[in-house]
């Protein structure tokens, strides 16, 4: 009488071995690559994210420059002929670098390059510096800004204070079209993942500056 052994032999087993780890393998490669693209992918949201609040920030300001107050101003109105030519060229575009004159919205406090009283009605006058304004009328601080790429960094400089606000900058290309509207071009790189993007944007001005 002949009994027959039931099990695995040696062969089978590493057979089965070599199976499970090229099939772990596939499995760990495929785990890799999706974690590899998910981060690319999450760079590449940051950068978008970034490029968009401080290309949204240049445009507020854009739009905002050379509005001041409720009345068109005149050269009388100002305490200094600097002052004066200033208000003139409240865009100023050099390649790399964008120069606003703006007012600040109320509440603002700190540094200010001059103030414009009002009553929003008959008169209007601009102080030197932040001062306060008589009971009644209307105190508009204003101050001028200056958006430049600096060491690949998109930097913010105002009276008394200079600050980066987007990393990783590879260029900034500023541009004055028509006197109508400005062109900004935006280059950032990533230098873990060596990603590039583009971004671009065209801002209309309501206050269209003098000619350079």
């Not at 057979?15 to 499970?20: C, E, N, P, S, T």
């Not at 001028?144 to 913010?156: Q, S």
Request: aromatic fraction near 6%; hydrophobic fraction near 45%; glycine fraction near 8%.
């Amino acid at each position: 009488m002949s009994i027959r052994q039931a099990g695995i032999g040696l062969i089978e087993a590493l057979i089965a071995l070599a199976l499970g780890l090229m099939v772990l393998a596939g499995a760990s490669q495929v785990f890799i690559a999706a974690y590899q693209t998910w981060r690319l992918q999450a760079a590449a949201q940051q950068l978008q994210g970034d490029a968009r609040l401080a290309l949204t920030r240049i445009a507020q300001d854009i739009r905002m420059a050379g509005a001041f107050g409720c009345l068109r101003l005149n050269p009388e109105d100002f305490n200094s002929a600097t002052a004066a030519a200033a208000f003139t060229r409240p865009v100023e575009v050099n390649g790399e670098r964008l120069g606003l004159i703006v007012a600040e919205l109320p509440g603002h406090t700190g540094a200010a390059d001059w103030t414009l009283h009002t009553d929003c009605q008959t008169w209007a006058r601009v102080h030197e510096g932040r001062t306060v304004a008589p009971f009644g009328t209307l105190a508009l601080a204003i101050r001028r800004l200056e958006y430049r790429f600096e060491k690949g960094k998109l930097m913010l400089v105002r009276t008394g204070s200079k600050q980066p606000l987007l990393d990783h900058v590879q260029r900034l290309h500023v541009n004055l079209v028509d006197q109508q509207r400005i062109d900004l071009q935006l280059e950032l790189y990533e230098p873990q993942w060596r990603l590039t993007q583009h971004y671009s944007l065209s801002v209309a001005l309501r206050n269209s500056p003098a000619t350079p």
